[in-house]
């Protein structure tokens, strides 16, 4: 089974800067991987799918990008409702997540 | 307007059962794929259970013997039936729906808004 790490746990970062998500897999899953943003008390929201494709309704400013086994989520300039956790996935297999707090 | 809305959470005892219904509207629940995902309190996601359109059911090994998936066709509703419940089974439990993107590959596009349960003596 494919097992995901997720770099950093926690990124601590001001609004209007770039944050940059890592995502790796314990073997190569090509260009299919997603990413999720969940909010405190709200359920995930679909951001990116096939490791590049920003899903209905997503910003310009969250892009994705990797293949094979290493894979990131950029964040260009945070807005203050991108702070929040982070997950990829593959499979049915979610990574542990990356939280994107406020400094 | 897709939308998911579970029910059914709630507290209860070990060795308990407990069955969850998430209601579906704007989309067909029996054409899609259809999962249950969990999250423990504070913790990270967690897949559960997958219902294919055509009927094919698959579990994780954590829940695999207790729980059991299925749907209603003409009340366009899923289900999770957890028997057998654990302390390690209390989570927030959520539907979502699976789309198939151009690559083939599946992803989670829809999600209900979760119930929680919670299994304690």
């Known amino acids: 089974e494919i097992v995901l790490t997720q770099s950093p746990a926690t990124l601590s970062l001001s609004p209007g800067e770039r944050a940059t998500l890592s995502c790796r897999a314990s073997?190569?899953?090509?260009?299919?991987l997603a990413w999720y943003q969940q909010k405190p008390g709200q359920a995930p929201r679909l951001l990116i799918y096939?490791?590049?494709n920003r899903a209905t309704g997503i910003p310009a400013r969250f892009s994705g990008s990797g293949s094979g086994t290493d894979f990131t989520l950029t964040i260009s300039s945070l807005e203050p409702e991108d702070f929040a956790v982070y997950y990829c996935q593959q499979r049915r297999v979610f990574g542990p997540g990356t939280k994107v707090d406020i400094k | 307007e897709v939308q998911l809305v579970e029910s059914g959470g709630g507290l209860v005892q070990p060795g308990g059962s407990l069955r969850l219904p998430c209601a579906a509207s704007?989309?067909?629940?029996?054409?899609?794929?259809m999962s249950w995902v969990r999250q423990a309190p504070g913790k990270g996601l967690e897949w559960v259970s997958v219902?294919?359109?055509?009927?094919?059911?698959y579990y994780a090994d954590s829940v695999k013997g207790r729980f059991t998936i299925s749907r209603h066709n003409s009340k366009n509703t899923l289900y999770l039936q957890m028997n057998s419940l654990r302390a390690e089974d209390t989570a927030v439990y959520y539907c979502?729906?699976?789309?198939?993107?151009?690559?083939?590959?599946?992803?989670?596009?829809?999600w209900g808004q979760g119930t929680l349960v919670t299994v304690s003596s």
């Open positions: 073997q190569s899953v090509s260009s299919y």
């Open positions: 096939d490791a590049s």
């Open positions: 979502a729906r699976e789309v198939q993107a151009s690559s083939g590959w599946y992803y989670f596009d829809y």
């Open positions: 704007g989309f067909t629940v029996s054409s899609n794929y």
């Open positions: 219902i294919y359109s055509g009927g094919s059911t």
